[in-house]
């Protein structure tokens, strides 16, 4: 999703501008003497001083023209963030549906409920020209990014296509597993250390391939109730961790250190999920976590009776963890653009994006924060209902943009 342009027409009138310049009529006194009977038009030499200036200005436009030419296509470090298209979780996708369940009931479906994605330009390996990014600054419906807030420095596009990719398959496993969170049934999951961070207090202790076990007494299920038990530890206090290393039992005592983020063991944690019935989710050529929610709400519509969405059009975005939390994405406000070009009426917006979502809502499009799974399970049943869908909380009453 990429391009440029260039302005030859700033060269062209600065050099029509210059040549009027040129031309001019002599008002010396001498010319008004002779008599009327034998006076002629004429045309009197230049001054060779004004000849110099003419010159001087037709030179210095050019140059200038040139410069802004330059400067239109010098490389910015920037990205451009345009809204892409939308795919509804319960259709289909190259004439197969895009969210199939085997393994458990299903049931029709009606109504649309659809992920949206941001298109991207620019990015590593890849530097916009000033000229576009300045009309994206113009246009409402794009936004323009310091590179570095989007890509980690460094980072090759081959990289972040991995990155994507992973994310994508990540957020797709924990939309199956907060699915089936909201609706109780049972799931097993694993969670396996996939490596420790060079300062990290189970160096030593915990090895990569690790599977969790316990922590203290307690069996580990899943990887926020691992968080909420590490969080009960004071500064200073240690945990006992059983784990099962190549089929082995091991523990380890390891003190954990207290951060803003909670308290830390300094270990990367890979989940693993072992699902009652598979899933096969078919979307090409996106990445990313924030489709998460809406690929929960499509499992929930798929296997549970009757039409979740009462045959309305809902759009939204999120990310979802496991046990149904709704967490903030990138790119809302393309997003958005993207719901209203998409034909929905409403959208469903992490409660943690409302600040980037007030007065940048599209007109005609209802907005309804959510922060939990079960949160946008209630916003789609009242939307299909058609009730009380004035009491559905909205991140601002703010006026929409056009």
């Known amino acids: ?25 002599s008002n010396r006194p001498e010319a008004d003497s002779a008599p009327p009977s034998s006076a ?73 409920l659809d992920m949206l994605t941001v298109g991207v330009e620019g990015g590593p390996g890849t530097r916009l020209a000033l000229g576009d990014v300045v009309q994206s600054w113009i246009d409402p419906h794009n936004s323009v990014v310091p590179e570095e807030a989007v890509y980690a420095p460094g980072s090759t596009s081959k990289q972040v296509k991995r990155q994507n990719a992973a994310e994508m398959s990540n957020s797709q496993q924990s939309a199956v597993a907060a699915a089936l969170t909201n609706l109780d049934k049972k799931y097993k999951t ?5 490596g420790l961070s060079p300062d990290s207090p189970s160096r030593g202790k915990l090895k990569d391939g ?13 990887l926020s109730q691992l968080k909420t038990e590490l969080n009960k530890i004071g500064k200073g206090g240690s945990v006992r961790l059983a784990v099962d290393r ?26 693993k999920f072992t699902f009652p ?25 798929t296997i549970t009776p009757g039409p979740m969405t009462g045959g309305h059009k809902i759009a939204g975005t999120g990310t ?36 980037e979502v007030a007065g940048h809502v599209p007109s005609d499009l209802r907005v309804v924060k959510v922060s939990t799974l079960s949160d946008a399970r209630h916003a789609v049943e009242a939307i299909a209902s058609g009730k009380n869908t004035d009491a559905l909380p909205s991140c601002s009453s703010g006026k929409p943009s056009q």
């Open 320 to 355: 979802i963890s496991p046990d149904g939390q709704v967490g903030p994405i990138g790119g809302i406000r393309q997003k958005m653009f993207g719901a209203k070009h998409g034909g929905a009426n409403w959208f469903l917006a992490p409660k943690s994006n409302c600040e």
């Open 246 to 271: 190549h089929g082995s039992s091991h523990s380890a005592t390891v003190t954990p250190e207290h951060t803003k983020s909670g308290v830390q063991l300094g270990v990367f944690v890979n989940q």
């Open 210 to 222: 690790d599977v969790l076990k316990r922590i203290g007494d307690t069996p580990i299920k899943s």
């Open 40 to 112: 002629a038009p004429f045309r009197a030499a230049r001054p060779p001083r004004a000849r110099r200036k003419s010159v001087l200005m037709v030179v210095c436009g050019i140059l200038a023209a040139a410069l802004l030419v330059v400067m239109y296509e010098m490389p910015a470090p920037y990205v451009i963030e345009l809204p892409g298209p939308a795919f509804n979780t319960l259709g289909k996708t190259h004439g197969k549906k895009l969210l199939e369940v085997s393994g458990h009931k299903t049931y029709p479906t009606t109504g649309a």
């Open 1 to 25: 999703m990429e391009g440029a342009g260039e302005d030859k027409g700033a060269v062209a009138l600065a050099t029509a501008g210059t040549s009027k310049g040129l031309e001019f009529v």
């Open 277 to 301: 019935f598979t899933v096969k989710i078919r979307l090409q050529n996106v990445g990313g976590p924030s489709a998460g929610m809406m690929f929960a709400l499509g499992i929930i519509d």
């Open 190 to 194: 694993t969670l396996t250390i996939g």
